[in-house]
């Protein structure tokens, strides 16, 4: 299975601050997948990267950027976090030969 | 656009019992399937996955589930629940393999001695 990694796993912020969350993968996946969840809404895409070059948006892309700054690193920022940011996060790579998704441990973040 | 509802939001089980979970879909065209589980504080795993073929596929930990395209679902069962069966279980479908998944809101099991 893919090694996904996340950090923080835990991160508490204030309204109005900006954060990053970081995500490595030691795979060699080419395509990774920003997703939030939230109770009873299951997990949403907010952004996908098919390479270094080809970020895309998802679902629920306002109010988040990302950064693929090599194969291996894919990062998501909240530039001004709000309460409704409140959520847990993942972070996935895509195994092109086994078709399926793999997924990190989560961060979950908290905007007070 | 595709959906995924997952009808059943908790679920409550015997030890021993039998487990089934409802997973219906929207999607357009032959869909790509996926049951996955998150035990309490952990990432998504994977259990089992369709892409074509046999409708009745096996996964891991004694899962298996049924596509019926009549139905348009993708039921999970599990002859005899463990308690560390107890987890939230997430359906999903994705618009090619493995891609852009759409996931249900999940179902949460719990596993009674």
């Known amino acids: 299975d893919a090694d996904v990694t996340q950090t923080p796993r835990n991160r508490i912020t204030k309204t109005g601050k900006r954060i990053m969350l970081e995500c490595s993968q030691t795979?060699?996946?080419?395509?990774m997948y920003w997703y939030r969840q939230d109770p009873g809404l299951g997990l949403r895409l907010i952004y996908y990267?098919?390479?270094?070059?080809?970020?895309n948006k998802g679902e629920i892309s306002d109010g988040y950027s990302v950064s693929r700054q090599a194969q291996a690193k894919f990062s998501l920022s909240l530039e001004s976090a709000i309460p409704n940011q409140t959520a847990l996060y993942f972070c996935?790579?895509?195994?092109?030969?086994?078709?399926?998704?793999?997924f990190g441990p989560g961060t979950r973040l908290l905007v007070l | 656009a595709q959906s995924v509802t997952q009808p059943d939001i908790h679920i409550t089980v015997s030890e021993g019992a039998s487990l089934e979970l409802r997973c219906n879909y929207s999607?357009?065209?032959?869909?790509?399937l996926f049951w996955y589980v998150q035990s309490p504080g952990q990432g998504l795993q994977l259990l089992l996955k369709?892409?074509?073929?046999?409708?009745l596929v096996q996964g891991i930990k004694g899962f298996e589930a049924e596509f019926k395209r009549s139905q348009s679902s993708f039921n999970l069962r599990k002859p005899s629940v463990h308690w560390s069966d107890a987890a939230e279980y997430f359906c999903?479908?994705?618009?090619?393999?493995?891609?852009?998944?759409?996931f249900g809101g999940g179902t949460r099991v719990l596993v009674k001695p």
């Open positions: 795979k060699g996946h080419d395509r």
């Open positions: 996935a790579t895509r195994d092109g030969a086994r078709e399926t998704q793999y």
């Open positions: 999903a479908v994705g618009e090619a393999a493995g891609n852009k998944l759409t």
């Open positions: 369709y892409f074509s073929g046999d409708t």
């Open positions: 990267s098919f390479d270094v070059k080809d970020i």
């Open positions: 999607y357009g065209a032959t869909p790509y």
